[in-house]
């Protein structure tokens, strides 16, 4: 008989008793669902709700089916629903009638509730790692590259020449964000709903603090209705990790970009690379290209639940269950990509001749040649035309800024002088930024300090 059968006359049908059930993927949850079970059980002893003989055998129930669990030796039913129940019956067959007790007030409302905080809680705390790990990455790579010449662009189009080490320390940037963003989030998850019953409380006098401090929670959830209609927590985290799959996928974008032999600027390393099955010259950044495709996967999780919640009614509805295989999706789906990215770009090699190249060509120079006019008096907005008129004359002659000599300089602002030579070697280019922040090496090298600094103080 269900845990629930008394009130039915009838069994569920088969095919509903497979559409409703949801252990197949919530027997994730088994270790967080014991352990909430466990601290349940010591407040019902704690609270004389349960004696302490009673608790005591629960609580070492718990612990076998635990170790039963992890050495593979227990067979999870779908007629027994859900994770909850699979467990509670477990203990029930296990210790017979005082297994009956556990579930005093508590509902499987605000045990999934509490079940998926204590997951999120520790997936976080890994995926908070991961990054970690990442951002240190980028660290030792910019501090390899510092003076690593590449092209900055704006439209794909080739716009001033900045340093690879720069380039990489802008996704320092955004990585420092998710990571965070997600310890923000992790404050939302690290609440306690347990305690709340179905959704109005319960009428024992249960102790919510001491559950709250044995599983080690910041706060309680507040109103018990909210604690078990609440999935902001699951929203704001799919939402975070979205953001992280967007910055990963654009640094992707660029390393499919220029892996191709057009641009020539990085090669991934062969075990970061696939062959085709038929052109046995090809060597494919799928990693990469994967890693692009899985964030699609991942912002659908988002909508999936952003849906799922946008009409229920308080408070819990079956709906609610759906929320899992999103959640489970994405936490595993962004491990495995911060994972196998960081590994990826530690191992591909970095074609600094043909970076170095590429600022040959496609006057990354002009905003300097129009910054050295604007410091002999001219007005940017007529410096600017005069620097359009020379690249015109250039694109026209087939030739590039340092192709022309000083005379034909002249010819077009009588304010230049020997030293443009000079201003517009692309090395010279990246070290005359001034301002704080820019790509020249040592605002550079104090991003790398600031970076380091702040690895240091995250928990
Ligand atoms: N398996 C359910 C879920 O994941 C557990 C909560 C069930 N609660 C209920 N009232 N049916 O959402």
Redo the contacts with the bound molecule.
């Keep these: 008989m269900k845990l629930w059968g008394g009130r039915f006359a009838k069994n569920t049908a088969a095919l509903v008793d497979e559409f409703n059930a ?1 252990i197949s993927f ?1 027997q994730k949850l088994y270790k967080h669902d014991i352990i909430g079970s466990i601290a349940h059980a010591k407040m019902l002893k704690k609270s004389n709700i349960i004696t302490e003989e009673e608790g005591k055998e629960i609580i070492e129930g718990l612990e076998n089916i635990l170790k039963d669990i992890e050495e593979g030796k227990v067979e999870f039913q779908i007629s027994y ?4 129940m699979n467990i509670e019956k477990l203990l029930i067959d296990q210790i017979g009638e005082v297994g009956k007790k556990l579930h005093t007030a508590r ?3 605000d ?2 509730a509490v079940d998926i905080r204590l997951y999120l809680r520790d997936q976080i705390n890994r995926i908070c790692e991961k990054i970690k790990n990442l951002l240190n990455t980028l660290i030792a790579l910019s501090e390899k590259h510092i003076n690593t010449i590449m092209p900055g662009y704006t439209h794909l189009q080739r716009a001033q020449p900045i340093t690879l080490g720069y380039h990489l320390m802008a996704y320092f940037q955004m990585f420092k964000r998710d990571y965070l963003r997600l310890k923000d989030c992790y404050k939302r998850v690290n609440m306690m709903p347990l305690g709340a019953g ?1 959704l109005a409380g319960t009428t024992y006098e249960t102790d919510r603090e001491f559950l709250r401090e044995e599983l080690d929670f910041f706060g309680i959830c507040e109103n018990s209705l909210d604690a078990v209609s609440d999935r902001d927590f699951v929203i704001e985290f799919i939402s975070d990790a979205s953001m992280m799959m967007m910055h990963l996928s654009r640094f992707c974008e660029e390393l499919i970009i220029f892996n191709s032999a057009e641009f020539n600027f990085v090669e991934m390393d062969d075990a970061y690379s696939t062959g085709s099955s038929i052109m046995p010259q090809k060597k494919n950044p799928d990693v990469a290209e994967l890693i692009r495709g899985k964030t699609g996967r991942v912002y659908g999780n988002l909508f999936n639940l952003l849906t799922i919640m946008k009409a229920l009614p308080l408070a ?1 509805n ?1 709906d ?2 759906e ?2 295989p999103p959640l489970f999706d994405t936490v595993e789906n962004v491990s495995i990509c911060l994972e196998i990215f960081d590994e990826m770009i530690k191992t591909m090699k970095i074609r600094k001749d043909n970076m170095k190249k590429a600022t040959k060509e496609g006057f990354m120079n002009a905003t300097d040649v129009a910054d050295y006019l604007v410091k002999k008096g001219l007005a940017f907005r007529s410096a600017h035309e005069v620097v359009g008129k020379m690249v015109l004359y250039c694109v026209q002659n087939n030739k590039t800024m340092e192709d022309l000599s000083l005379e034909e300089f002249k010819d077009f602002s009588s304010v230049f002088t020997e030293d443009i030579l000079e201003t517009i070697k692309i090395e010279n280019c990246i070290v005359s930024k001034k301002s704080q922040g820019s790509t020249a090496k040592q605002h550079v090298e104090k991003m790398i300090r600031e970076g380091k600094r702040m690895i240091e103080v995250l928990d």
């Design positions: 949801s919530d629903e859900d994770i909850h509902s499987r409302n045990q999934v179905a819990y079956k609610m269950q929320d899992k």
